[in-house]
């Protein structure tokens, strides 16, 4: 059975600040198989990549990112939070993270050396145009074969299919959804590729399930590397966690 892939959640985000160029940067050199990053849009329709509505926890500004422009976001903090070694580290754009990862992103010769894991932030029923946004952005950039996208609404991946049909699709759901999210019955909306389940909801019950429905499975956030262990037995395809190195070292 195939190592599952590792997938760095908000970059390395054990040790720096989760979605910075810091953090992604850092989980390349810690031997990530590629990112998992949260995109949102500023007040002038901008993809940036932050996880939280808003960027009081992890920035030194206030208010929320749909209501702040790109030039306010660009002046923010996003590094001090998580130690003084990283003091001006800002949020980055969609496109500025695709520029900061080029290297990384360069064909190898290896099959999919990066995989971008972009979960779209939104709970939206309509669209504030988050999903052609992004799209947008990564049809720029020719990254289609790298992108799976993932998000808690299955409205949201409908959109995206609409716009894309080509770029895979994963939907996220926990324990604390309401039956019909954590069950993925809403799953027809999406028509995804992939389940995104958090870690506790995988038994091996689960995995026949899901190799029956010919899906595949990436799971969150594994730190614990006996866990790690365990996923990987059950055979899921990717480990989404905050310590690459950490899970890495468990599965060699």
Known sequence: MARPLILAHRGASAYAPENTMAAFRLAHELGADGIEFDVQLTRDKIPVVIHDDTVERTTNGAGRVAALTIAEIARLDAGAWKSANYVGEPIPTLA??????????RP?????????????????????????????????????????????????LRRAR??????????????????????????????????????????????????????????????????????????VHALITNKPDVIRDALK
Request: glycine residues 4%.
């Open 162 to 235: 609409a716009l894309r049909r080509d770029i895979p699709r994963g939907l996220l759901y926990d324990s604390t959804m309401a039956l019909p999210l954590r069950r993925a019955w809403l799953r027809f909306w999406a028509n995804p590729q992939a389940l995104h389940p958090e870690a506790s909801l995988i038994d091996a019950r689960y995995m026949e399930w899901a190799r029956r429905k010919k899906l595949q499975v990436n799971t969150w956030t594994v730190d614990d590397p006996s866990e790690a262990r365990r996923l990987a037995d059950l055979g």
């Open 108 to 156: 190898t010769g290896r099959v999919s050396p990066c995989l971008l894991n972009l979960e779209l932030k939104t709970e939206r029923f309509f669209s504030d145009g988050l999903e052609r946004q992004v799209m947008n952005v990564i049809a720029r950039y020719g990254l289609q074969e790298r992108i799976l996208l993932s998000s808690f609404s299955p409205f949201a």
């Open 96 to 105: 500025q993270l695709f520029d900061g990862l080029a290297d990384w992103l």
